[in-house]
């Protein structure tokens, strides 16, 4: 049996600011925008390439707005990544990589190359370049 992740939530305090900054900024498709029943939104978005979606709404998570933290995205190059990023007006972080567990300008070996974005609300993104013979 196959166990695949489809959907994560993100909790959001303006889910119009952050449909907007998903789709806009970070390059997100919007799947859906849908109102099942009354105090409900379900928007879901997906990152080009991926097969997971996050899913921003309302009546849809109880967690405070900007409380998920550690969301990853991999890329096959992260200077584009983030030449792209920042094109669309996102503030990210300098290419960076990881010695002695702080994160140091620059790049890594590999698999040690990110960079690092917040939506909105602080929900805090990573973007790791992984190497293409992965």
Request: glycine share 10%; charged share 20%; hydrophobic share 40%.
């Amino acid at each position: 049996m196959d166990w695949k992740l489809d959907v994560v939530v993100v909790p959001v305090a303006d889910v119009d600011r952050a449909k907007l900054f998903y789709e806009e900024q970070a390059g997100f498709t919007v799947d859906h925008d849908t109102r099942p029943r009354d105090g409900v939104r379900v928007v879901q978005l997906t990152p080009p390439g991926s097969a997971c979606s996050i899913v921003v709404g309302t009546g849809v998570i109880c967690s405070a707005p900007g409380s998920v933290k550690g969301l990853q995205l991999t890329v096959p190059d992260i200077e584009k990544a983030h030449a792209e990023l920042v094109a669309r007006g996102v503030a990210v972080s300098p290419v960076q990589h990881f010695e002695a567990g702080s994160r140091v300008n620059g790049h890594g070996e590999a698999w040690n190359n990110f960079v690092f974005f917040n939506d909105p609300d602080g929900n805090g993104w990573a973007v790791q370049e992984v190497p293409s013979a992965a």
